[in-house]
């Protein structure tokens, strides 16, 4: 078992870092070499009849409303989150630890965490890659104009957009994009 996470470990850093440089070097000939090398090299191989690459994911944001608080953010997330039966299962508020450990101020940003516990097994069991994306993470982040920002990664940037011929799986990644819509939308403006 410890082999085992230890190379899912390992699989999540090659992916990351494959990522990583295929976002800093679009253009750049040589770093799509190295990333194709890196993923030939690996021993495992994503299911690309269900997964986009990861080399092009999107980003949803929303511009959350000068008028709202992060009080007011988090408690309108939190709602719509319990409201559509999906769990907050950690926050993780990095610029805070920044600060602590720096003694400089930083710029907000936190990190909101979300599943559903039913529907991640559904998933998982349908194909194990989906575990790797959970949980649903979403960012509160301030630009440098001190203007705050959520992000999340879009679904459809992730899983293709065709059918998974499993009525079951599509359905719930069609709810899981809605939720997480409605839980941003309800974090950008407010409104719960």
Known sequence: MKIVLIRITCLVF????????ANYTTNNERAKEIKSSLIQDNDYSINSNVLNSYSQPKVVKYLVGDDISIEDIQEAMES??????????????????????????QRFLKIYQYIS??????????NSEFSALLPIR?????????????????????FR???TMNPEV???LSTLKSTINAIMNAGATGNF
């Open 170 to 172: 599509d359905k719930l």
């Open 80 to 105: 719509v989150a319990t409201e559509e039966g999906i769990r907050s299962v950690g926050m993780l508020p990095l610029s805070e630890m920044v600060e602590l450990q720096t003694g400089e101020k």
């Open 138 to 158: 979403i960012a509160l982040s301030e630009d440098k104009n001190g203007r705050l920002w959520l992000y999340s990664i879009d679904t459809d940037s992730i």
């Open 117 to 126: 516990p039913r529907d991640s097994v559904t998933l998982s069991n349908y």
């Open 14 to 21: 090659v992916l990351n870092t494959t990522h990583a440089l």
């Open 161 to 163: 957009s065709e059918k």
